[in-house]
């Protein structure tokens, strides 16, 4: 017998990533509901009770419902903002935090779902120093790092350790000349540290050497690594220069990962290393939410299929 409960997936109107698992869905006939919560309340109601059974109620999106006590799981991608812009901003910023709190606490909260991944892991792993203090509990090799809002320790730690990069701590979307830019990872200098430093949190790494990177992109108990070649800083300023080959993880790293992954309570992760001038693999990062299906059609990893099996739950 078919299953008759759907799979949620939470996102924006536009996001090829979520196009391609949906159609995916569909092609084995697993009911979709498909919705963005930055559209609540506009076009999309909730009502539920909170039971002795647990969350009872719908979600409606202007074509689909959803019975919020069978859902077989949520796909959470990256869904946008809340948004009330009729409002003052006092009551604005009132409504968003009902909205956040009441819609939000809702899908973090159905019974016998499967998260991939829950918003609330999501939002605990995008902080950096707790994504790089968890990578060393794991067992993954971390270059120095530092975090600061102190000039001086700031120049101390870029002479100690160059050559240094900056990172952002969170990357928020700036509009340059009406272009959506953000901050990119760049090379510092002792003399390019001002005060300026003492403005806000910074985050400071050294630079290792490396002869290539690996995106490692782990799906339940599957893990895919791809080897990206080029010659940038950072890979991602430049897709159309790099190169992808398959790899397999050195020894030790795939129990690092589901350790990390665990830790958090994630069951998705898209990781990034460095592969340093030994050979050896350093963790730069672990994003929850991050893209993946630009490798599938550049390596033929099946990484499209083991998502929906995950989220149809045949896994």
Not at 97 to 103: F, I, V
Not at 144 to 171: C, E, G, M, Q
């Amino acid at each position: 017998m078919t299953d008759p409960r759907p799979v949620l997936v939470v996102t924006s109107l536009h996001d090829p990533t979520a196009d391609v698992v949906i159609h995916e869905l569909h092609g084995r006939d697993v009911p979709v509901v498909r919705l963005d919560s930055g559209d609540f309340p506009a076009s999309l109601s909730v009502e539920a009770e909170i039971t002795s059974h647990g969350v009872q109620g719908r979600i409606s999106t202007p074509s689909r419902t959803a019975d919020l006590a069978h859902v077989r799981s949520l796909y959470y991608r990256r869904p946008s903002g809340f948004a009330f812009p009729h409002l003052s901003d006092q009551d604005a910023r009132f409504a968003v935090a009902q909205a956040r709190y009441g819609l939000g606490g809702l899908l973090a909260s159905l019974p016998g779902c499967r998260y991939v991944n829950h918003p609330h892991r999501i939002g605990d792993a995008e902080f950096k120093p707790s994504g790089l203090a968890a990578a060393v509990e794991a067992g993954f090799a971390v270059p120095p790092t530092l975090i600061t809002s102190s000039p001086d320790a700031a120049r101390a730690f870029v002479k100690r350790h160059a050559p240094v990069i900056y990172k952002p701590l969170w990357n928020p979307v700036y509009l340059v000349d009406g272009v959506s830019s953000v901050v990119k990872v760049a090379e510092v200098a002792p003399e390019d540290i001002d005060d300026r430093v003492a403005g806000t949190a910074h985050l400071f790494q050294q630079l290792v050497p490396k002869t290539g990177d690996v995106r490692v992109t782990v799906i339940g108990s599957r893990v895919f690594c791809v080897r990206i070649d080029c010659d940038l800083l950072d890979w991602r300023t430049d897709y159309s220069r790099l190169t992808y080959t398959p790899v397999e993880p050195p020894p030790g790293i795939e129990q690092a990962l589901h350790r990390y992954l665990n830790r958090f309570g994630l069951v998705f992760g898209a990781f990034d290393f460095c592969i340093g001038e030994d050979g050896r693999w350093w963790f730069l990062e672990c994003n929850p939410s991050g893209q993946w299906y630009w490798l599938e059609p550049e390596t033929d990893l099946p990484m499209c299929s083991t998502l929906v099996d995950l989220l149809e739950r045949t896994t």
